[in-house]
Structure formats: structure tokens, C-alpha cells
């Protein structure tokens, strides 16, 4: 059977657990679809636009999102029981850090010019919510870059190239009233916010399947 190509742009941030349980539920929605060809392009938002460069102590962070330790651990609690039923042992005690993503989106957009984008995104998902990596920091990125074969990130991180194009398709996400992440665009048309499960993930790939033989 001649495969069909589905697009599917996905708004994410390396740092949002969400963004990492909806990975995992779309690649158990495209197990689901094998007979589809399946072209994801993942694209930037961030979760924090005002980080600085240097990133936030992780404590300080929480502190200042949700007022308190207490409710930090209630929430991630809720997020920890989530991964689980996915395949996702979070170690939230070893994130040391909360970073500035703009490199890490960087390296993504590198990844993409070379057909690499999943193989990064999830290395770079797997840093840091199962690592405690710093995934701000030049040398973590450079790690991941060498574990996924990507070529010239080296110069690439020490250029300023792909920066501005984060920058606008973070602050274009918002101006499309995006404000939360993951969210999934079938051949920029129909969009599914949030971590689906995976039958309805794997429903949106049939509006994409339906779509692309129509146009035919």
C-alpha cells in the first residue's frame, strides 16, 4: 500500500512535561497508523519568553510559578502519575535548573535541515526531565548533538543563525492566540491542543489521511 503524507506541525518546548507525554502518545497514535507517512515538524514555543539567558535556579522558579513548594510538588505529582501510564519516569528532584530554550530550539531547527527533529526533540525531552541536564548550557547541547549524528552544530550554536526565526515563530504562535503547549496542526489546517491520548491522536491522523486523498 503506497504510503500517505500527513504534516503535523507541533508547537512544543523541550521543557514542558506535557510537550514530552504528548511525544509519547503520538508515537503510540502513529504505531496505531503504520500505513501513514507521518512528516512531523516540530516548531517553537516557549514556556518562558522572559527567562534570562542564564536560566533560573530550579527552587526560585518554582517558587515564584506556583507560590510555594507545596504547590509545586501537588502539581507534579499530578504530572509524574500521568508520565507513568506512558512510559515516563520524570526526575523532576534532578532538575537543578529551569533554562532560557532558545538554544535548544537552535539545535531543533538544525535537526530539521537534517531530517534529525524527532531523534533531538526527544533526546532533548529525555535531558532533561530524565537526566537533570542543563539543556541551556552550549556543551549539553553539543552532547545531544553528537548522540544524534547532527553535523556542524558546533559552529551552527556559535553562530547566530536560527535565532530570529525562534523568536518569530514563538511570538507568531501567540499572535495565532496559542498559549499553551503541545499543540498539533493537521496540514496547517485542523488543530488538537493538549497531550491526547493516543486513539484520539491517531483519530487526527485520520483527518489528515482523509484530507490528503480528497485533495488527490
Not at 514555543?45 to 510555594?68: I, S, T, W
Not at 502539581?75 to 530554550?101: H, R, V, W
Amino acid at each position: 500500500m503506497k504510503k500517505t503524507s500527513i504534516e503535523i506541525d507541533i508547537y512544543s518546548d523541550p521543557i514542558c512535561p506535557w510537550c514530552y507525554i504528548g511525544l509519547k502518545r503520538f508515537q503510540k497514535a502513529q504505531a496505531q497508523r503504520p500505513h501513514f507517512d507521518v512528516k512531523a515538524r516540530w516548531l517553537t514555543f516557549q514556556l518562558n519568553p522572559d527567562m534570562p539567558d542564564e536560566g533560573m535556579d530550579r527552587q526560585a522558579y518554582l517558587d515564584k510559578k506556583f507560590g510555594g513548594r507545596a504547590n509545586a510538588t501537588q502539581f507534579y505529582s499530578q504530572i509524574a502519575a500521568a508520565g507513568l501510564t506512558d512510559g515516563i519516569n520524570f526526575k523532576f528532584e534532578q532538575i537543578k535548573k529551569t533554562p532560557n530554550t532558545v538554544e535548544a530550539h537552535r539545535l531543533s531547527l538544525l535537526a530539521r535541515e537534517q531530517n534529525k527533529q524527532d531523534q533531538v526533540m526527544e533526546r532533548l525531552f529525555e535531558s532533561y526531565f530524565l537526566e537533570g541536564k542543563n539543556i541551556g548550557e552550549r556543551d549539553v547541547l553539543l552532547t545531544i548533538a553528537t548522540e544524534t549524528d547532527l553535523t556542524g552544530a558546533e559552529s551552527y550554536l556559535d553562530s547566530d543563525q536560527g535565532h530570529e526565526d525562534v523568536l518569530f515563530t514563538d511570538q507568531n504562535a501567540r499572535s495565532l492566540g496559542l498559549t499553551g503547549v503541545p499543540c498539533f496542526i493537521v496540514n496547517r489546517q485542523h488543530i488538537l491542543p493538549g497531550a491526547q491520548s493516543p486513539d484520539t491522536l491517531a483519530q487526527m491522523l485520520d483527518i489528515g489521511f482523509q484530507q490528503q486523498n480528497e485533495e488527490k
